[in-house]
């Protein structure tokens, strides 16, 4: 089985062909601020991000009917169950109309279906960031105007479930319970019972840790001051939530790497926020450990901070008492792609319906 993975980010296209989940080629288009330019909408740039793909395919000899499926990572879609979905014509119109939020992401499963379409085969996407398998206790907030919502890292936490489940325990994800916790730009962390994630952070602009860029959970009544304040435009104090949140507004720098040597190196705020990112981390899994009532087949802890053997240790000593720690650092979105689209293929399960 042989497929072409797309995922969009805001300014690259990475694709990648498949056989199986063995890995033929992969490139990363890169797309500069004057190329994206004259397109005032993110899905506007669609035709101009289609040729380049079906160019690289031409140069890598790569013939769309030697395919046998195209898979695009999923966007801001309704709220759906986990599971690789037929990108069919209401997952069309729901991307393209952008109702829930305009994001790159929104462009994959478009670039998969028209590419698709050529030749006639499937297009698919996988677990995407509205995945929500939440239980009605945990959509509950303290006040009826506010809903929690789920949005999280589901393609690659979802992926590392069911490597783990293999990998470790010989088991499907489905028999299984975890507490993931994904650590990148922004951190999620989430509550694995048997195959659903029962209760996870809105890790978008939320709640939760706070991270590189995402200031997390704030204490509320400060919060309503500063909004009131007449200092902060709506979109500034959006800004103070996500993108100039967490350790860039403590410390001016989004690389969490700089910020592990600044604090070895003796940088004293550098530690103290970088541990403290630590026990907020390792706080939310200790929540999610409650919402498994307590049975919990493993700790997984995942994304890019991952690398970072001390700050995983900083977490693993609080945790460590829940259960044992499995660590997978990085996020290979493509091949979580593939192997959603790969599971279908080869009818290990069945392609979800959008509607």
Request: aromatic residues 6%; contains cysteine.
């Amino acid at each position: 089985m042989k497929q072409l993975i797309i995922n969009p980010g805001s300014t690259s296209t990475k694709i990648a062909v498949y056989k199986e989940e063995n890995l033929i080629f992969e490139k990363t288009l890169r797309h500069s601020n004057e190329e994206l330019q004259p397109f005032k909408k993110v899905a506007d740039q669609f035709q101009f991000r289609k040729e380049l793909i079906l160019e690289v395919l031409n140069e890598e000899k790569v013939a769309l009917d030697s395919l046998d499926a195209v898979v695009g990572r999923g966007g801001l879609l309704k709220p759906i169950e986990g599971g690789t979905y037929l990108v069919n014509d209401k997952l069309v119109e729901d991307l393209k109309s952008s109702t829930k939020g305009e994001h790159a992401s929104n462009l994959g499963g478009l670039l998969a279906r028209s590419i698709a379409d050529e030749v006639n085969m499937p297009a698919y996407i996988v677990d995407p960031v509205v995945v929500d398998e939440m239980e009605d206790l945990a959509r509950v907030s303290g006040h009826p105007n506010f809903e929690r919502i789920c949005i999280w890292h589901a393609l690659n936490q979802k992926a590392v479930a069911r490597r783990a489940a293999t990998e470790k325990f010989n088991k499907k994800y489905e028999e299984l319970n975890f507490v993931i916790a994904h650590l990148g730009g922004g951190i999620s962390v989430g509550a694995h019972k048997k195959g659903r994630v029962i209760d996870v952070n809105n890790a978008l602009n939320g709640e939760g840790p706070f991270s590189p860029e995402r200031s997390g959970t704030l204490p509320t009544e400060q919060l309503v001051k500063v909004c009131f304040s007449g200092k902060y435009s709506q979109e500034e104090v959006k800004k103070m939530l996500v993108g100039k949140g967490g350790i860039t507004a403590h410390l001016g720098t989004n690389n969490a790497k700089e910020v592990s040597e600044r604090a070895e190196a003796g940088d004293k705020k550098a530690k103290l926020i970088y541990s403290a990112m630590a026990y907020q981390v390792a706080k939310a899994i200790g929540e999610s450990a409650v919402v498994l009532d307590g049975n919990v087949d493993a700790i997984i802890i995942t994304g890019g901070i991952a690398y970072d053997n001390k700050f995983v240790k900083m977490i693993e000593d609080k945790v460590k008492f829940i259960g044992d720690l499995i660590v997978y650092p990085g996020e290979d979105e493509l091949l979580a792609l593939a192997q959603g689209g790969l599971r279908v293929l080869k009818g290990l399960e069945e392609a979800k319906i959008y509607i």
